[in-house]
T-cell receptor
C-alpha cells in the first residue's frame, strides 16, 4: 500500500506570493491533517479535513487555508507569504486509528 | 488545554545502553498518547500509541512506553540502543481518538555513541 505522498517536496517562493501544496492520503483514508514544523515553534497543527469538511482548525491566520476533494486528496494554500512561513509542511492521513505522515514539503520564503 | 512536555531536548547514550525519553502530558480527559520518530529530511513515523487498552504499550523497533496516570507520564524506553536509533523523537497527545488533531512536544534528539 502506498504511503502518504506530498508534492512538491521542495519549494522556494518570494515574500508576498502564494503557494499551494498537495497531499494524497493512503488509499481509503478519509481524514487528512496538516502540520507546520519549524525550529522555533516545533510541530503545530494547522487543520484537519474529513470527507471534504474541515473538522478541526489550529491557531493560524486566515492566510492559511485548505480543502479536500472527493477522492480525499487535499491541498493547502498560503497566501501573501511571509518569511516566517518558511517551514516543513507535513500532511498526515488516517482511517480510524493512528495517523500516518508524509515526507513533507520544504517551503523556503525569500 | 492539552499539552505535552518532553524533558531533555538532547539525550546521548552509548550503543547497547538503555534509552529513556521522558514525556509528561496535561489533559482534562483520558488522553490518547503517541510517540513518533523523525529521521533527517523525512516525515514522522509512528512508534507506538496508547489508547487505554493497556498501560504498557509495545511499539516497533523494540521500543515501549508505559502510561502512568498518577504521574501523568508516558516515557519511551528501549533496553539496548542501536546506532540506527539516532533520530528525533516526539511525544504527542490527542483528546479525541476520533479526530487527528495532535499536540506535539518539542522533541528529543537522541544521539547514540559507538
Amino acid at each position: 500500500k502506498a504511503g502518504v505522498t506530498q508534492t512538491p517536496r521542495y519549494l522556494i517562493k518570494t515574500r508576498g506570493q502564494q503557494v499551494t501544496l498537495s497531499c494524497s492520503p493512503i488509499s481509503g483514508h478519509r481524514s487528512v491533517s496538516w502540520y507546520q514544523q519549524t525550529p522555533g515553534q516545533g510541530l503545530q497543527f494547522l487543520f484537519e479535513y474529513f470527507s471534504e469538511t474541515q473538522r478541526n482548525k489550529g491557531n493560524f491566520p486566515g492566510r492559511f487555508s485548505g480543502r479536500q476533494f472527493s477522492n480525499s486528496r487535499s491541498e493547502m494554500n498560503v497566501s501573501t507569504l511571509e518569511l516566517g512561513d518558511s517551514a516543513l509542511y507535513l500532511c498526515a492521513s488516517s482511517l480510524d486509528g493512528p495517523t500516518f505522515f508524509g515526507p513533507g514539503t520544504r517551503l523556503t520564503v525569500t | 488545554a492539552q499539552s505535552v512536555t518532553q524533558l531533555g531536548s538532547h539525550v546521548s547514550v552509548s550503543e547497547g545502553a538503555l534509552v529513556l525519553l521522558r514525556c509528561n502530558y496535561s489533559s482534562s480527559v483520558p488522553p490518547y498518547l503517541f510517540w513518533y520518530v523523525q529521521y533527517p529530511n523525512q516525515g514522522l513515523q509512528l512508534l507506538l500509541k496508547y489508547t487505554s487498552a493497556a498501560t504498557l504499550v509495545k511499539g516497533i523497533n523494540g521500543f515501549e512506553a508505559e502510561f502512568k496516570k498518577s504521574e501523568t507520564s508516558f516515557h519511551l524506553t528501549k533496553p539496548s540502543a542501536h546506532m540506527s536509533d539516532a533520530a528525533e523523537y516526539f511525544c504527542a497527545v490527542s483528546e479525541d481518538g476520533a479526530t487527528n488533531k495532535l499536540i506535539f512536544g518539542t522533541g528529543t534528539l537522541l544521539a547514540v555513541q559507538p
